[in-house]
């Protein structure tokens, strides 16, 4: 009999092993299921922050995309504004000096006479002796005014100096035209 109790005790001892092993096995599958789970959960919620964010960046994308497309529209809009207001200052620009060229061209050929109005009362003073003659009574601004023709080459250089003046109040006010432009466009404060 003392067989059967080690038989006994090996049966027990076995029963625990066995017992103990598929507790073990079983504690580990359920485990696992429990990771696998989790696994599973935060890879859900890992793509669903993925394409949320992934959103986002499309979103953010388009919107970079439609500020460039906005800025790009209103740069070819100043551009175009700026050439036609360069267009607008040559054409002033060109007419001007056709305007200087035909004035020239009279006081060359002495069609065109430059006249100053002089004071009576300086030229009775002085002793003038006839030089001077009155304007035609019509069309005058000052009635019978005293007026001296000047001297041709006096009045083509003064000629000279208005059209350089005239030049360059052109040229100014297309600067400032494009100054304005830009900054007005820029800073949002023109129309």
């Not at 066995?18 to 890879?43: E, F, I, M, P, V």
């Not at 006249?115 to 003038?128: P, R, T, Y």
């Not at 003046?165 to 830009?182: D, F, K, M, P, T």
Request: aromatic share 6%.
């Amino acid at each position: 009999m003392p067989w059967v109790g080690v038989f006994a005790a090996l049966a027990l001892l076995l029963g625990l092993v066995l017992g103990g092993r598929g507790a073990w096995l079983w504690q580990t599958n359920d485990y696992g299921k429990q990771l696998s789970d989790q696994a599973t959960d935060y890879d859900r919620q890992l793509a669903a922050k993925d394409r949320a964010h992934g959103r986002e960046r499309e979103a953010a994308a388009a919107a970079a995309l439609d500020q460039l497309a906005a800025q790009q529209d209103a740069r070819r809009g100043l551009e175009d504004r700026l050439q036609e207001q360069a267009k607008t200052h040559w054409k002033e620009m060109g007419d001007a000096q056709q305007n200087q060229a035909r004035l020239r061209d009279r006081l060359a050929t002495a069609d065109l006479r430059l006249s100053v109005i002089i004071d009576a009362g300086s030229v009775a003073a002085q002793g003038c002796d006839g030089k001077v003659r009155e304007a035609a009574g019509t069309g005058g601004l000052v009635h019978a005014a005293l007026r001296a023709d000047l001297d041709r080459t006096h009045a083509q250089r003064i000629f000279a100096i208005t059209d350089e003046g005239e030049r360059g109040i052109i040229a100014l006010r297309a600067c400032q035209n494009y100054v304005s432009e830009i900054l007005g466009r820029q800073f949002g404060t023109l129309p």
